[in-house]
């Protein structure tokens, strides 16, 4: 785009103030375009978008903004640049460099990290002492991290132990990290869940992806299973699950035990644990039964579900589980719920 057009394109928006355009210096012509991803107009904030993600020259000006702007200069950018696809080393040396420097904000940090991942992916393992002494720093860094170093994946093995150093940190829900809403990636997490146990999911597939085994998360954990806080016996049970045929043992076991909580999110979640893992045990039959005489009926739903899965393993149960239908049909019997423990009962039966 010629810088006249950009003129007449900005004067046409009622952006004459902006100044002139001097002819023929496209140089003049990217900054106008940058300073246009901010214009009031929708129109000119699109038209400036498109325009710099043509100009293959507009990457190092739109770089410079990254390091240097505030907050709602850089935004606007990074989005463009994200869009310009794989800008190579170049540009990987302009971002490692907002990365290493230890004043750079934390927000800024976040955002060369995410673009680092997005235009110049190759030059990710150039940060990695960067990336791993982040693990140790504020709840966006953390993040941004962890993203990066699931990217590097075996290329990250360095960070297998400040990974595991950061599972074992004080699980307090009011000091442990946060992730705030920049974080896309878990906001698929069930709601009733800690805000804090987001992180450490995210943490253990971040350990997988860089190489842990099952051996060195099994301890840990098992510790964690035996906290005297019960949000983190609760977490502790999801990670285990998702672990080998030890840890889900002791996953079932203190599963089991958390169905004794008076919380009824931590028995919601917990029954939902106990689905994941397939369980079949007389142990956990037995532990159910309580459950579909629990007041909360999403309490109820959720063993329903678990016992519907057991089949006829789940005999033991099918007294209380044809009470509870009985009990359900009674008070709604054109819901769903009552479909579903009629459901539950047949399977229960082997029918």
């Keep these: 785009m010629k810088p006249i057009a950009v003129a007449v394109l900005l004067v ?3 952006s004459i103030a902006w100044g002139s355009v001097v002819h023929g210096q496209e140089a003049d012509n990217i900054d106008m375009l940058i300073q246009g991803l901010q214009h009031q107009a929708p129109g000119v904030r699109k038209r400036a978008q498109v325009e710099l ?6 990457a190092d000006p739109l770089l410079n903004k990254i390091r240097s ?12 640049l994200s869009t310009k696809g794989d800008l190579g080393a170049t540009a990987g040396d302009k971002l490692a460099e907002i990365i290493r420097d230890p004043a750079t904000e934390s927000w800024r940090w976040d955002v060369a990290v995410q673009l680092l991942r997005k235009v110049a992916p190759g030059q990710l393992e150039a940060v990695l002492p960067e990336l791993i002494a982040a693990l140790s720093r ?14 590097l994946g075996a290329k990250a093995t360095n960070a297998q132990l400040p990974l595991l150093h950061l599972m074992e940190r004080p699980h307090d829900p009011l000091s442990g990290v946060l992730i705030n809403a920049l974080c896309v990636e878990t906001q698929s997490v069930a709601s009733t869940q ?3 146990l987001y992180d450490d999911l995210l943490i253990l597939e971040t350990l997988k992806k860089v190489g842990a085994t099952d051996e060195m998360l099994l301890p840990r954990l098992t510790r964690l299973a035996n906290y005297e806080h019960r949000s983190v016996r609760l977490h502790a049970a ?4 998702r672990l080998g045929k030890d840890g889900q043992l002791i996953a079932e076991k203190t599963l089991i035990q958390l169905l004794n909580d008076d919380h009824e999110g931590i028995r919601e979640e917990t029954l939902k644990g106990l689905r994941r893992l397939k369980t079949t045990s007389s142990e956990a039959v037995a532990a159910l039964i309580p459950m579909l005489s629990r007041p909360e009926a999403s309490v109820r739903r959720a063993a329903v579900f678990v016992l519907t899965d057991m089949g006829p393993a789940a005999k033991d149960a099918l007294p209380a589980l044809e009470r509870a239908t009985g009990f359900q049909n009674l008070i709604d019997p054109n819901s769903g719920d009552a479909q579903l423990y009629d459901a539950a009962v047949k399977s229960v039966q082997g029918k």
Excluded: F
Aim: charged residues 15%; hydrophobic residues 45%.
């Design 12 to 14: 046409a928006c009622g």
């Design 53 to 58: 993600t043509k100009n293959v020259k507009a």
């Design 69 to 80: 702007g505030r907050l709602p200069e850089v935004l606007p950018v990074a989005y463009v």
């Design 138 to 151: 504020d709840a966006l860094r953390i993040h941004s991290s962890l993203m990066a170093l699931q990217d």
């Design 194 to 196: 800690p805000q804090w």
């Design 238 to 241: 999801l990670q285990l699950s």
